[in-house]
């Protein structure tokens, strides 16, 4: 299909509403059949890398506040949980802009396999392409070191949150590189080496 030019004038679509936009698509396909769904539709989906949400979520996922959105709309309705309190007081980090909010007296869902370019710029990106080639040098099956999600770190950086193999309850590693990082993958070997001692 080809791409429409944006006319002279015309406001483009923003990072941010692209990927609003993306998520209300995901959320309606995801409910737009009602009823029981298998016990293992989560496993399924999280082995196919396909969306799905989920009531639990952890240190590091992408999360939709599911109140204050509809009542008080702010840019940490939907953004990564970087503390975790309680299931209902947590930290968020805005996606685009980097900043913190305490965020208390709310349900969140966490948004799983959303694709990351939607949050990233290219060289953020670019980035994140790196740290997937390191991970593979150092842990080619990836059983230490799996991409939980990648954050955005402005102007120039991604927080990377990975997790265990098979173990889905906790969060691993939080792990920051900027764009000029060279030691990826010694970082990761000394990480490894101090988790089998």
């Not at 965020?103 to 990106?125: C, I, R, W």
């Amino acid at each position: 299909m080809r791409k429409r030019r944006v006319k002279k004038g015309e406001p483009e679509c923003t990072r941010r509403e692209a990927l609003y936009a993306h998520i209300i698509g995901r959320l309606l396909h995801a409910n737009r059949f009602p009823g029981p769904r298998p016990a293992d539709y989560n496993d399924y989906c999280r082995k196919e890398r396909t969306f799905y949400i989920s009531e639990v979520f952890l240190k590091g996922d992408l999360i939709l506040t599911t109140g204050g959105l509809w009542n008080n709309p702010n840019p940490w309705n939907v953004g990564y949980c970087v503390e975790k309190h309680s299931e209902h007081e947590v930290v968020i980090l805005d996606i685009f802009s980097g900043t913190e909010c305490n965020y208390g007296n709310e349900s969140y869902v966490a948004l799983h396999n959303l694709p990351f370019h939607l949050t990233m710029n290219d060289k953020q990106y670019a980035l994140y392409q790196r740290f997937l080639r390191a991970i593979d040098a150092v842990d080619p099956y990836r059983d230490d070191f799996r991409v939980a999600n990648a954050i955005p770190l402005p102007p120039g950086g991604v927080r990377f949150y990975t997790r265990v193999k098979w173990e889905t309850e906790r969060t691993a590693h939080d792990i920051s590189f900027r764009m000029r990082s060279r030691d990826m993958r010694a970082c990761l070997e000394e990480i490894l080496k101090e988790r089998k001692t």
